[in-house]
């Protein structure tokens, strides 16, 4: 059994995506990227994630749909919200609900590793 901790990225933006995967991966952890939320949803009972990083707003399922959903079938991975587009009432509505972290794009990808090693150390 493998002790890689595994983060999952949900983005549809594809050079955000890769860039995020390439960045995860560099610091030693298993990474497996998904162009959107259903496409993450579907593959869950497959993989095992330590960690969720999702974008807010997607074609389909947003990222905050994509989280309440999780949490309303019993999921407990940690999330971490990345947007292009600022809004305070999603931001407080996100962490209220307990997500980890909110970063607005462009976020300093040190703060992203840092939050994400947090929460895989707890």
Known sequence: MSNLKSIAVVEDDASLLAALENLIGSHGLGVCGFANAEAFLAQRDFIEVDCLITD???????????????????????????????????????????????????????????????????
């Open 56 to 122: 807010v707003q997607m074609d389909g399922m947003g990222g905050v749909e994509l989280f309440h959903t999780l949490r309303r079938s019993g999921g407990k991975t940690p999330v971490i919200f990345i947007t292009a587009f600022e809004d305070e009432s999603i931001h407080r509505q996100a962490m209220t609900a307990g997500a980890i972290a909110y970063f607005k794009e462009p976020f300093d990808c040190e703060d992203v590793i840092e939050c994400v090693e947090d929460c895989l150390a707890k």
